[in-house]
């Protein structure tokens, strides 16, 4: 079983930057895609960005070149550094463990987080 804690959430102002921050523990010892994925009042859960244990990443198309995901495999850790950030971008944000490759569904991850709001406003 692998346990998720995102951290680094909070309201900041439009234009503004975030980053957040997903430590995993328990069995880790698997090379998986990690990923963020947000979900806003009353709509589904979507997908954000992802990134291998080689490095290789993928972007949802609304935050590429505002978002940059990396990791610290020896940390056991994703990050997320939001920036530009936009009150489109208001949503608790979810960190996902346990794919292969870019996976982009949520189906495709076993392990997740509780979440951290982000609330950006106008």
């Known amino acids: 079983q692998v346990q998720l804690v995102e951290s680094g959430g909070g309201l900041v102002q439009a234009g503004g930057s975030l980053r957040l921050s997903c430590a995993a523990s328990?069995?880790?010892?698997?090379?998986?895609?990690m990923g963020w994925f947000r979900q806003a009042p009353g709509k589904e859960r979507e997908f954000v960005a992802a990134?291998?244990?080689?490095?290789?990443?993928y972007y949802a198309d609304s935050v590429k070149d505002r978002f940059t995901i990396s990791r610290d495999n020896a940390k056991k850790s994703v990050y997320l550094q939001m920036n530009s950030l936009k009150p489109e971008d208001t949503a608790a944000y979810y960190c996902?463990?346990?794919?292969?490759?870019?996976?982009?569904?949520?189906?495709?991850?076993?392990?997740w987080g509780q979440g951290t709001q982000v609330t950006v406003s106008s």
């Open positions: 990134i291998r244990w080689t490095g290789g990443t």
């Open positions: 328990g069995r880790t010892g698997s090379s998986y895609t």
């Open positions: 996902a463990a346990g794919a292969l490759g870019l996976a982009s569904h949520p189906y495709e991850y076993a392990y």
